[in-house]
């Protein structure tokens, strides 16, 4: 089931520099994507989320002209991505899941070889190549060839790669996708700075949590449509039945068949020595708690109301949860 969602208001005076009307994808008899549309405005990173096989690498793979729309538009930087996809691709930078480095090259040929295919200048080139080599700490590695690097290394280079041309819009599939800690949080750095320089950036992530970081708007793809798009927090104001309350005990805790008697629209999660229960009412289901402890002699060490994150909207709307019509236990694992 489809959620219709208000587009937010961010951008709404601003350019688009990505506009998509009634686009579809068919591969023999399957319809991939089925008509969707939305614009990216300048200077937005834009988060494009959805689940395995719901049309949002189709999506892509249209916009950067690596495959052709089987009916309606695709305008990029203000160039047709059916009439005249080669000039699109000018103004476009592409970071893949996969880094696709040239392994036999060094770090610096690689940069250099692709501002090359840019057409850039020869003193360009150097100045735009040392500038990212130092932006994404990999001066020291100049002489490493791709073979030797590591993944999130290679991730870089393909940044360092896809911004040698100066591109308008960014597109990123997956940028920090089984990286380590400290180069996922580096990555995620480099692009929150990168906006707010005013690089376009549409970003594909199955990263609620980078997504809410990041991202200015976000829309999710489920079944090949487009099931909702907005602000993050707009998103998550819309599934108030998500809300919840977090306990943890000191010591002993409440037991399960202790909590039937809250409110009846909510769902029980046990986690270790506590709860989290979903509801729409937890300011008063947090009260409820508390007098029950009270009763029980069970000491609260911790109690917090809490908002719907970015994951519960998407498992919401793509049909990860269901609505909830009575009190029930189950594991964090279950």
């Not at 994808?25 to 689940?51: C, N, Q, T, W």
């Not at 305008?75 to 970071?95: C, K, Q």
């Not at 819009?169 to 692009?191: C, H, N, Q, W, Y």
């Not at 007098?291 to 919401?316: C, G, M, Y």
Request: glycine residues 10%; aromatic residues 4%.
């Amino acid at each position: 089931m489809q959620r219709k969602v208000k587009q937010g208001q961010i951008g709404k005076s601003i350019e688009p520099v990505i506009r998509v009307g009634g686009l579809v994808k068919r591969f023999g008899e399957v319809e991939a994507v089925s008509g969707i549309d939305f614009e990216v405005h300048r200077g937005e990173l834009f988060g494009f989320l959805g689940p395995n096989g719901a049309g949002k690498t189709t999506t892509v793979r249209m916009l950067t002209g690596v495959i052709e729309p089987s009916e309606g538009t695709a305008v990029v930087a203000g160039h047709d991505v059916l009439r005249n996809s080669t000039a699109a691709r000018r103004h476009i930078g592409v970071v893949p899941e996969e880094a696709n480095v040239y392994v036999d090259l060094t770090v610096w040929q690689n940069v250099t070889f692709m501002a090359q295919l840019h057409g850039i200048p020869r003193s360009r080139r150097n100045e735009r190549g040392e500038e990212l080599l130092g932006l994404f700490s990999l001066s020291d590695r100049r002489n490493q060839k791709g073979r030797a690097l590591s993944k999130g290394l290679k991730q870089r280079l393909m940044l360092c790669m896809a911004l040698i041309g100066d591109p308008m819009i960014l597109f990123l599939d997956e940028p920090t996708a089984g990286l380590d800690v400290a180069s996922a949080k580096l990555i995620r750095s480099l692009l929150a700075r990168m906006h707010r320089e005013g690089l376009t950036i549409f970003l594909t992530t199955h990263n609620m949590e980078e997504a809410a970081e990041l991202c200015s708007r976000v829309a999710i793809i489920n079944h090949g449509r487009i099931a909702a798009i907005d602000t993050p927090n707009a998103l998550q104001g819309t599934i108030e039945a998500r809300r919840s309350v977090e306990v943890t005990f000191a010591g002993q805790s409440l037991e399960s068949s202790d909590l039937t008697g809250l409110d009846q629209h909510c769902e029980v999660v046990a986690s270790n020595n506590g709860f989290r229960i979903f509801t729409p009412r937890p300011g008063k289901v947090a009260q409820q708690i508390a007098l029950i402890a009270s009763k029980k002699n069970v000491e609260i060490d911790t109690i917090r109301t809490l908002a719907p994150s970015l994951e519960d909207v998407f498992l919401e709307i793509t049909g990860g949860n269901k609505p909830v019509s009575d009190c029930r236990e189950k594991s964090v694992n279950g």
